[in-house]
């Protein structure tokens, strides 16, 4: 049964900092790409980041330049930097995780949430 371990988060002053981080337990299968998603109060769930096994990594145009994806690959964990926050940034956070159990079969697994919220 895997899980998506999350921490991080809370309530944070505009221009602030804040680390979240996401580990997977529960499956021996590599991982492929692992992401971080947002879902803002009466809109939809959005990508914010994600980052390949090769460690491409790919960025939403509202975060580029203030938020950092990384992980490390040893404890299955990914990590989501967030600098110059703005109360837009508000909302709920999830991870996402895809594991590789076949050369086609990739499940993609979700945290439970933590609400960010940005106080101005």
């Known amino acids: 049964q895997v899980q998506l371990v999350e921490s991080g988060g809370g309530l944070v002053q505009a221009g602030g900092s804040l680390r979240r981080s996401c580990q997977a337990l529960?499956?021996?299968?590599?991982?492929?790409?692992m992401g971080w998603y947002r879902q803002a109060p009466g809109k939809h769930r959005e990508l914010v980041a994600k980052?390949?096994?090769?460690?491409?990594?790919n960025y939403a145009g509202s975060v580029k330049d203030r938020f950092t994806i990384s992980r490390d690959n040893a404890k299955n964990t990914v990590y989501l930097q967030i600098n110059s926050l703005k109360p837009e940034d508000t909302a709920v956070y999830y991870c996402?995780?895809?594991?590789?159990?076949?050369?086609?079969?990739?499940?993609?697994?979700w945290g439970q949430g933590t609400q960010v919220t940005v106080s101005s």
């Open positions: 996402n995780v895809d594991f590789v159990y076949g050369d086609y079969d990739i499940r993609g697994y």
């Open positions: 529960g499956s021996t299968f590599s991982i492929h790409e």
């Open positions: 980052i390949t096994s090769g460690e491409r990594t």
